[in-house]
């Protein structure tokens, strides 16, 4: 069975028991800023687990994309030498969310093994927690291990743990016998720490229990299921080969490379540990790539710049001179692309990036030899025969030096290698990733579903902006209380201004209602804003709208007036013209990403938005800065569909329909069973929970007003619409009419007039320039006065006029021309600072003279510091009232050297 096959029939076996199929979400995981990667299939599932997040499924299953480098996973040097270890992998897994337990995970686990795959039953072995007597008869009565053969363990291997509380329980694992001629078939138990002839498969992971702060376990009322098992390690079982690169997932990129290196299969398997790790490495970048993750300097996108340049560096010992990866990509697409869909879509952009830093790594190759050279010359010159650990350990993880390169060019020059220096920075760098792996801590989410037992809210708002609601409760400071009232003589607050911007104390009141027309924050869009009116003239100001786990909406303000208490009936509602801006900035933002796409690439996919009523701003994947020409090209795109009035309409089906129909989804949305799928006629389609126009025409237009970096390989464009687009462009309008009037012309005159004023200030600077050329030169004769003669070197120090760098560098060099040789030492006061330029010629540096040292003792008097070379050097200082006290100094520091 190949292994699209094995994979095929896991989802498909867990499909018949009534799982819903849920695809792979992102290696990036989606608002969890406490992984690096998804390196399990329950991460998209970890608020279903906690409880603060329903769908419309209590049964899933997956196969996941997971990468496990960097942070604690911090082993790459594994990866290729050892079997066991891979960066990317598939995670084939069934999850239970409250609804089958044990007696099921088990019973299925074990048909799935021997009846669906086949595997011999002789070959298999379970491992349960120490204390799970309730596994351990499963596993007897349903596989009919006996006792002897069910291996207990304690909580180091067998129990599950987030941290010192939540939810948490037993697991169960079932292991895989590699060498089944080694097996007496009188034999009683078998020995789990034989790694040689024992592997794990599968983890059955049991959540029943809920840890308590004083560490004790309380019965969850809702258990859960989470299992996993490695695609990779199941092939290996199911082709019966020994290791996951022996299985059709590896050779056919391994066997891509040795064509490409011109070797045949006896050179490859001679020399196999580079194969290894390219096709490793091209699986994990590629699927990195295509995921929005591109090559940089911090955290995630470092990790996959050193996964890349370890590719790079071990294609280096095959050959490869020049880019290759991006033809081993083309292979890992072709074997993963029947699944993963988006690696065919975005096979070129993958390519691109590939290519672009292959081409960036060549040039730090060279860097790093010539960096190398450096240290080598300094070491002969000080006549050391050690090349120093930490310096070849910055080669090594800065500049992509392999350890064999590096002992090769110690070996050229005579120079011994420090191994132990280097072992202690390797070392310290992986103390270090492990302690960074967790970016920041997660804020708890709230659920007031299950802390207030509160039920849903009905939302009315697709529908309507106003409606009668009775309070079903009032939150404060977190705890209920049975009314609000307003306190004093209160202001009403702007709604205009964010929450979080609002005064402090104005969002410390919640209200829950049984029915409401508010909108809850949440896919971008912000949270409705509005009133909620009681009797006699009570008045609550609505500032933002939340939902709190369960679909319980949470409207956060302050009270205007009167008293409302709970189980009152209220009138609620949201501002129309507020909330038409909202839904004009959100269908813009569909045209937008759909023409963003059609512009830039089909790789290109949203990453975060901020739909609100002034404006909108949208973050999407793409390796280079936009171009003006093609940010033009996606408005025009975009107000050419505004204009054609294209309804907006709304169908709900299953998520594997909307996909099949070509909707996007998402990147950080988790869907359910039923989604929502707003369409744009066929040119835009995305599962959306928003609120929209019902024509695009209702847009108006669109004005992009801003585009830039937000980090490596992301980009965010701000726009306006509708009115808020009317109001850009009055403001832009005006701002024309006041420059024009400033320079005495017509707007239609205004680029023409810049162009001639430009023209006249580069030539009045031209002029000074030379101006003051022309007096350096004909008063360089004055400040031969200063020369002083110290230890047979002539040294000129002085205050000089300058009114640049540039000038005081021209200065300078006439005056170190009439020295001839000597010293120069000039000082200047340029926009209120003191500069220094020092000037030292060879005959004075043969007697340790040095231009540097110069700078670096005097610039310290003015508040600065300084250096450069030994023959030109330049420095500085805020405190230019000791200009003079500074070159005073100059004479002590040369006849200090002398």
């Known amino acids: 069975m190949n292994s699209s096959e094995i994979r095929s029939t896991f989802l498909e076996y867990f499909r018949e028991r009534g799982h819903q199929v849920v695809p792979s979400s992102s290696l990036v995981p989606a608002n969890d800023p406490t992984l690096l990667f998804a390196n399990s299939g329950m991460v998209q599932f970890k ?50 969310f409250g609804d089958y337990f044990k007696q099921d995970a088990i019973t299925w686990a074990w048909d799935l093994l021997t009846n669906v795959y086949q595997i011999p039953a002789s070959r298999l072995r379970p491992t349960i927690y120490e204390d799970d007597d309730e596994a351990a008869a499963l596993w007897q009565s349903v596989a009919g291990f006996p006792q002897s053969q069910i291996i207990r363990l304690g909580k180091s291997t067998n129990f599950w743990e987030v941290g010192d509380t939540g939810p948490c329980g037993p697991n169960s694992e079932i292991f895989f016998d590699k060498r089944p001629d080694l097996a007496n078939p009188d034999d009683t138990t078998w020995n789990v720490d ?61 066997q891509r490379t040795r064509e490409l290196a011109g070797q045949n299969d006896a050179e490859m398997q001679a020399n196999i540990i580079p194969y290894r790790v390219i096709a490793d490495h091209a699986r994990c970048m590629t699927f990195l790539i295509s995921d929005g993750v591109v090559p940089g300097s911090d955290t995630r996108n470092y990790v996959l710049r050193k996964i890349m340049r370890r590719a790079m560096r071990f294609g280096r010992n095959l050959g490869f001179d020049g880019p290759f990866l991006g033809q081993i990509a083309d292979t890992v697409i072709e074997v993963m692309g029947d699944h993963y869909h988006e690696l065919v879509t975005n096979r070129e952009v993958i390519k691109k990036i590939i290519l672009s830093e292959e081409t960036l790594y060549k040039r730090t190759i060279e860097a790093a030899i010539n960096r190398f050279e450096e240290i080598a010359d300094r070491l002969a010159h000080e006549g050391e025969s050690i090349f120093p650990g930490d310096e070849a350990f910055r080669l090594y993880d800065t500049f992509g030096f392999s ?96 929450p979080n911007e609002q005064r402090a104390g104005m969002l410390d009141c919640e209200i829950v209602l049984d029915r409401t027309p508010f909108y809850a924050e949440r896919g971008g869009q912000v949270g409705d804003r509005g009133f909620l009116y009681g009797e006699n003239g009570a008045t609550f100001a609505v500032l933002d709208t939340q939902k709190r786990g369960g679909d319980v909406y949470v409207m956060r303000g302050l009270a205007l007036s009167g008293s409302l208490k709970v189980g009152d009936s209220i009138q609620a509602v949201v501002p129309e013209q507020r909330r038409k801006d909202v839904m004009r900035n959100h269908t813009a933002t569909h045209l937008l990403h759909q023409a963003l796409r059609d512009v830039l690439g089909p790789h290109l996919y949203q990453r975060g938005s901020l739909v609100e009523a002034d404006y909108l701003r949208f973050d999407f994947n793409h390796y280079a800065q936009v171009g003006w020409e093609d940010l033009r090209e996606v408005e025009r795109q975009v107000n050419a569909h505004i204009r054609k009035d294209i309804p907006v309409t709304v169908k709900y089906c299953t998520y594997e329909e909307a996909i099949k129909d070509g909707a996007i989804a998402l990147f950080n949305e988790k869907y359910g069973a039923t989604v929502r799928e707003v369409l744009i006629d066929t040119y835009s389609r995305e599962l959306c929970g928003g609120t929209h126009c ?149 005959e004075a540096q043969a007697k340790g003279i040095s231009a540097g040292d110069i700078i670096g003792k005097i610039a310290p008097i003015v508040g600065g510091k300084g250096g450069g070379r030994p023959d030109r050097a330049q420095g500085g200082g805020k405190d230019a009232s000791k200009l003079d006290q500074a070159l005073a100094e100059v004479s002590r520091v040369i006849a200090a050297k002398l």
């Open 47 to 96: 608020d279903l687990f906690l409880g603060v997040e329903q769908r419309g499924y209590n049964t899933a299953v997956t196969a996941q994309k997971c990468v496990r480098a960097g942070g604690k996973h911090n082993d790459l040097e594994e990866v290729g030498p050892s079997l066991r270890h891979n960066t990317f992998f598939e995670m084939l897994g069934n999850f239970s």
């Open 194 to 254: 034989d790694d040689s002839r024992w592997i794990e498969i599968w983890n059955l992971v049991f959540t029943q229990f809920d840890r308590q702060l004083d560490g004790t376990y309380v019965p969850l009322a809702r258990k859960n299921i989470d299992t996993g098992m490695g695609l990779e390690r199941l092939a290996m079982v199911m082709q019966g080969v020994n290791s996951n690169y022996e299985t059709d997932l590896f050779v056919p990129i391994m």
């Open 403 to 498: 350890r064999d390169l590096l002992g090769e060019l110690t070996r050229e020059r005579g120079l011994a290698l420090d191994e132990q220096g280097f072992e202690r920075a390797l070392e310290e760098q992986r103390h270090q990733g492990k302690g960074r792996n967790t970016f920041v801590e997660k804020k708890e989410k709230l659920n007031y579903a299950e802390k207030f037992d509160l039920h849903p809210t009905e939302f009315l708002g697709y529908e309507t902006l106003e409606t009668e609601a009775t309070i079903v409760a009032i939150i404060r400071n977190g705890e209920m209380v049975e009314e609000v009232r307003a306190e004093g003589n209160v202001t009403e607050p702007d709604l205009n201004i964010p």
């Open 694 to 842: 019902h024509a695009t025409g209702e847009v108006g237009f669109i004005r992009i007003i801003g585009e830039q970096s937000i980090g490596s390989g992301m980009r965010r464009i701000e726009a306006v619409s509708g009115r808020g687009a009317e109001q850009y462009v009055e403001q832009q309008l005006q701002g024309i009419q006041e420059v024009a009037a400033r320079l005495q012309t017509r707007p239609d005159q205004l680029l023409t007039t810049a162009e001639q004023v430009s023209g006249r200030l580069k030539q009045a600077e031209r002029r000074i320039t030379e101006l003051e050329r022309k007096l350096a030169s004909g008063g360089a004769n004055s400040l031969f006065d200063n020369v002083q003669e110290i230890g047979g070197v002539k040294v000129l120090a002085a205050v000089v006029e300058a009114s640049s760098r540039n000038a005081l560098g021209e200065l300078g060099d006439t005056v170190r021309d009439k020295l001839g040789s000597g010293v120069v030492v000039l000082g200047a006061i340029i926009d209120e600072q003191a500069v220094f330029l020092a000037i030292v010629n060879p």
